[in-house]
C-alpha cells in the first residue's frame, strides 16, 4: 500500500480511502480472489488504483475508476509492458523489474 504522510500520520488510525495512493497484491495462489472478490471491496471502498501482481502467471491486472459496484477499467499487462500509478504518471514501472526472475529449462 502506498498512502500520503508519514507513519506517524497513522499511530492512532488506519489509512482512510482517500489517503491511499495505490494498493497492490501479489497473487500466487490468490488471484482470483484478488480478482474477484478483493477488487469489489476495493472499488465499493473508493480505491482509485488496485494492482494485482499474479507471479505465476508474469501478468499485472490493474484496476482502476471504482464504483459502488466495482471498477469500471480492468488492464492486464504482460511482459515486456510497463505501468504507472495513477498518483504517479511520471514513474514508469517496468513488470520484469517486479516479477521474480523467470527460469526455463
Known amino acids: ?5 508519514t507513519v506517524l500520520d497513522y499511530a ?8 491511499i495512493d495505490l494498493i497492490v497484491e501479489i497473487a500466487d495462489s490468490t488471484l482470483k480472489q484478488d480478482c474477484e472478490i478483493k477488487d469489489k471491496l476495493y472499488a465499493q471502498a473508493g480505491i482509485a488504483d ?11 491486472h490493474i484496476f482502476r475508476k471504482p464504483l459502488a459496484t ?34 526455463s529449462n
Open 1 to 5: 500500500m502506498v498512502v500520503r504522510g
Open 12 to 19: 492512532e488510525q488506519h489509512p482512510r480511502p482517500e489517503d
Open 50 to 60: 488496485y494492482w494485482v501482481l499474479a507471479v505465476k502467471i508474469r501478468q499485472l
Open 70 to 103: 466495482g471498477y469500471t477499467e480492468h488492464l492486464i499487462l504482460s511482459e515486456p509492458n510497463q505501468a504507472a500509478p495513477l498518483a504517479f504518471p511520471e514513474i514508469a514501472i517496468a513488470l520484469s523489474s517486479i516479477l521474480p526472475p523467470s527460469y
